[in-house]
């Protein structure tokens, strides 16, 4: 297993070849190829919707790092969900924070920034500190999928991160909710707890709301404001 770091055109080059060469290959034995090629430089990324991605990663790196956006304004249910697979996987759990506390940046912004200007919230709270925090790794990987809404319907399974300059994995975009609850099952995966009360995506506790029959997964997110995306997938 190599840990050298790539220059970003070879990443590139890796990037657009593995979109080509892993379309049709597993989930796991896309994180094998992650693993192989990246080795400690590579990470996955968790909301603590649920650990399915963290632990498909764990299974291909033992001891993977797994980073988590801790923006303080999560739900009581993702924190501990977030401590109970640090706990129990075979997995790194790094939590990143934002620059300023939410009181500091009420203090600057005004209060409910997440309310008035949502998508500046979501930059300062997830975007800056998810690229401050992936500088030390080649590639990292997502959790999303082609089914949770339109505006991932095409989300490929490798492709490269021009703005972070990365290689970008996503090990499960092929898969369905089904295929996500049999993994679930199967493998006794630690899931948040707010998955069984209506919530289908699980973000910041303000910009949440549960689901109603017919919606898709994401329409519970940022609701009546037209915002889809905090701007880490954008």
Same mark, same amino acid.
């Given at each position: 297993?190599?840990?050298?770091? !790539?220059?970003?055109?070879? =990443?590139?080059?890796?990037?657009?070849?593995?979109?080509?060469?892993?379309?049709?290959? &597993?989930? =796991?034995?896309?994180?094998?190829?992650?693993?192989?090629?990246?080795?400690?430089?590579?990470?996955?990324? &968790?909301?603590?919707?649920?650990?399915?991605?963290? !632990? =498909?990663?764990?299974?291909?790196?033992?001891?993977?790092?797994?980073?988590? #956006?801790?923006?303080?304004?999560?739900?009581?249910?993702? @924190?501990?969900?977030?401590?109970?697979?640090?706990?129990?996987?075979?997995?790194?759990?790094?939590?990143?924070?934002?620059?300023?506390?939410?009181?500091?940046?009420?203090?600057?912004?005004?209060?409910? #920034?997440?309310?008035?200007?949502?998508?500046?919230?979501?930059? #300062?709270?997830?975007?800056?500190?998810?690229?401050?925090?992936?500088?030390?790794?080649?590639?990292?990987?997502?959790?999303? /999928?082609?089914?949770?809404?339109?505006?991932?319907?095409?989300?490929?399974?490798?492709?490269?991160?021009?703005?972070?300059?990365?290689?970008?994995?996503?090990? @499960?975009? /092929?898969?369905?909710?089904?295929?996500?609850?049999?993994?679930?099952?199967?493998?006794?995966?630690?899931?948040?707890?707010?998955?069984?009360?209506?919530?289908? &995506?699980?973000?910041?506790?303000?910009?949440?709301?549960?689901? #109603?029959?017919?919606?898709?997964?994401? &329409?519970?997110?940022?609701?009546? =404001?037209?915002?889809?995306?905090?701007? @880490?997938?954008?």
């Amino acid at each position: 297993m190599t840990t050298a770091q !790539h220059t970003a055109e070879e =990443l590139e080059r890796l990037a657009v070849q593995a979109g080509r060469d892993l379309e049709e290959a &597993s989930a =796991l034995d896309v994180l094998r190829w992650a693993a192989d090629t990246f080795g400690r430089r590579f990470c996955v990324t &968790s909301s603590m919707e649920d650990a399915v991605v963290a !632990h =498909l990663a764990s299974r291909a790196l033992p001891g993977v790092d797994v980073v988590f #956006l801790d923006t303080g304004y999560h739900f009581p249910e993702t @924190i501990g969900t977030r401590d109970a697979v640090a706990a129990v996987m075979d997995v790194n759990v790094i939590t990143l924070t934002p620059r300023q506390t939410v009181a500091e940046q009420d203090a600057e912004y005004g209060p409910r #920034l997440h309310d008035r200007d949502p998508d500046r919230c979501c930059a #300062l709270r997830k975007v800056a500190p998810l690229e401050e925090g992936l500088r030390g790794y080649d590639a990292w990987a997502t959790g999303l /999928r082609r089914d949770e809404s339109p505006t991932r319907a095409n989300t490929p399974v490798a492709s490269w991160d021009a703005r972070r300059q990365k290689v970008k994995i996503a090990p @499960i975009a /092929r898969w369905t909710q089904e295929d996500v609850e049999s993994y679930v099952a199967e493998h006794g995966v630690l899931t948040n707890p707010l998955l069984m009360d209506g919530y289908a &995506s699980i973000g910041c506790a303000p910009c949440t709301r549960r689901v #109603l029959e017919g919606e898709d997964a994401r &329409s519970g997110r940022w609701a009546g =404001l037209g915002k889809t995306e905090c701007g @880490i997938h954008q």
